[in-house]
């Protein structure tokens, strides 16, 4: 599985960024999809994760109400809507895939997100 993402970029405090994520190679594989983020010097955390199957979401507290992850399954594309962006959301974001069977996750390359207060 092949993930790249797009969609980062520089916005000011309370504005709105939208982040996609290409899938390709064993799609149909993939049992959860998410999105993870890290500033330099922390561990990398989890922002949101959608199941492929029941499409059932998950929210880390700091972003709820403000964040929304969906995919299109006929493009093999995740997306990340950020809404009421705010500073402390600068960080370089990751796209992950779970794939059935295989250990570990699989990542995308990163896209930058810079929150300007």
């Known amino acids: 599985v092949q993930l790249v993402e797009s969609g980062g970029g520089l916005v000011h405090s309370g504005g709105s960024l939208r982040l996609s994520c290409a899938a390709s190679?064993?799609?149909?594989?993939?049992?959860?999809l998410g999105w993870y983020r890290q500033v330099p010097g922390n561990q990398r955390e989890l922002v949101a994760v959608i199941r492929t199957g029941s499409s059932s979401t998950y929210y880390t507290d700091s972003v709820k109400g403000r964040f929304t992850i969906s995919r299109d399954s006929a493009n093999n594309t995740l997306y990340l809507q950020m809404n009421s962006l705010k500073p402390e959301d600068t960080a370089m974001y990751y796209c992950?895939?779970?794939?059935?069977?295989?250990?570990?996750?699989?990542w995308g390359q990163g896209a930058q997100v810079t929150v300007s207060s």
């Open positions: 190679g064993s799609v149909a594989d993939i049992v959860l």
């Open positions: 992950m895939a779970d794939v059935e069977g295989h250990p570990g996750y699989y």
